[in-house]
């Protein structure tokens, strides 16, 4: 069981060398407060690629330390392509019954969050 608090509402990427370099990258694609798309309201209880699958692709993309840029972004793209279609279904099922939860509740931040894989 894992227990978390949504904070502040802070956004990240925001410092303005950030949203240049995101601006210059991805153009009119770039989904930011700052950006041509604006973000959609968060909610730390419906981040889709939930904290669970974002910390189990960091730990396998950093397990063998990569040295280089090309060795790093080998790892993403290795990792993320062997991620089993049962985890991918088990983190949207996760994120459905959050979305559930919220609706039920009428937007009251979750005082818990279960993750089951």
């Known amino acids: 069981m ?5 904070g502040s509402n802070k956004t990240a990427h925001t ?12 153009g009119d694609h770039l ?3 700052f950006g041509p798309v604006n973000s959609p309201p968060r909610s730390c209880d419906l981040t889709s690629l939930d904290y669970f699958l974002w910390g189990y ?3 396998l993309v950093y397990a063998e330390k990569p ?4 060795h790093l972004e080998d790892n993403i793209r290795r990792v993320i392509a062997d991620i089993r279609l049962e985890m991918l279904e088990k983190v949207i099922e996760n994120w459905t019954s ?3 939860y919220l609706r039920a509740s009428r937007g009251s931040p979750m005082p818990e ?5």
């Open 2 to 6: 894992m227990s978390r608090s949504c």
């Open 15 to 26: 410092a303005r060398a950030t949203v240049d370099l995101l601006k210059d990258t991805f």
């Open 31 to 33: 989904i930011s407060r």
């Open 57 to 59: 692709v960091k730990s």
């Open 67 to 70: 040295q280089t840029l090309d």
């Open 98 to 100: 959050r979305l559930d």
């Open 113 to 117: 969050i279960i993750f089951k894989m």
